[in-house]
């Protein structure tokens, strides 16, 4: 299975980007599929996961900003960023679970300058 990410970059305070994951391979069931997030000296930390039947959950500080979302037929998953602000900035990695199993890509990075 490979995930790739696409659509990093730098940004302005207050900008938008989109990231996309493209999960391709001996796929079988993709369930949950989610965005992560790495800063500098810094955990990795949850952004955003969503379900297979769309459920979403977001991590407080980008609710309202950022929507998650997916295509089932692609395998492809989205991250849209609005309201970017400087404490944003990380490497922007995707999962998916597929049969119980992590799939994680490379990471995309986005830097949000102030």
């Known amino acids: 299975v490979q995930v790739v990410e696409s659509g990093g970059g730098l940004v302005q305070t207050g900008g938008s980007l989109r990231l996309s994951c493209a999960v391709s391979?001996?796929?079988?069931?993709?369930?949950?599929m989610g965005w992560y997030r790495r800063a500098p000296e810094k955990q990795r930390e949850l952004v955003a996961r969503i379900e297979r039947n769309g459920s979403t959950n977001y991590r407080d500080s980008v609710k309202g900003r950022f929507t998650i979302s997916r295509d089932n037929a692609k395998n492809i998953l989205y991250l849209q960023m609005n309201t970017l602000k400087p404490e944003d900035t990380a490497v922007y990695y995707c999962?998916?679970?597929?049969?119980?199993?992590?799939?994680w890509g490379q990471g995309t990075q986005v830097t949000v300058s102030s």
């Open positions: 391979g001996s796929i079988f069931n993709i369930d949950n």
């Open positions: 999962n998916a679970v597929d049969s119980g199993y992590h799939f």
